[in-house]
């Protein structure tokens, strides 16, 4: 929703389950990290965001890095802060929100590649989204669902 606003060249995609990528460089802007502490019976879910405002350090992630300025969106941490703020907003009361973000899936329709948790290698032509948000491949074994990957 935030990154809608702005008129670019290329185009934002989703690269499920958690980064953000501008195509057609699929260079990674953004990314989401959750995680899931237990502590006897009660637990808790810590959830992050990070966006590449300008150019990270060369060799901080395994992928081709990019950065919203360099795509010539410049925002302060402060600005940029608020406007995903006030797009979380309208994710939240989004009635629909996997319909929302389904036509913005990396190679929808098309074939590629994920990682599982345990380091298989999975591809097939993403399909699209289950109501629960999984990822749904067309491989050559049939329909694979993915519930988390790489």
Not at 26 to 39: E, M, N, Q, S
Request: overall charge negative.
């Amino acid at each position: 929703y935030w990154l809608k606003q702005y008129s670019v060249p290329g185009r934002f995609c989703v690269k499920w389950p958690n980064d953000i990528l501008y195509e057609p460089e699929a260079v990674k802007l953004a990314g989401i990290l959750t995680i899931v502490r237990w502590r006897g019976t009660s637990h808790s879910i810590h959830a992050g965001i990070g966006v590449n405002l300008s150019p990270p350090p060369a060799g901080t992630y395994r992928r081709n890095a990019g950065s919203l300025s360099e795509l010539g969106i410049v925002e302060t941490p402060e600005t940029a802060l608020q406007q995903l703020m006030n797009a979380l907003a309208v994710v939240f009361q989004d009635p629909n929100p996997r319909a929302s973000l389904e036509p913005y899936l990396w190679h929808l329709g098309e074939t590629a590649e994920w990682e599982t948790p345990d380091g298989h290698k999975v591809s097939g032509r993403v399909q699209g989204l289950t109501e629960e948000g999984h990822l749904v491949l067309q491989t050559v074994s049939g329909t694979l669902t993915l519930t988390s990957g790489e």
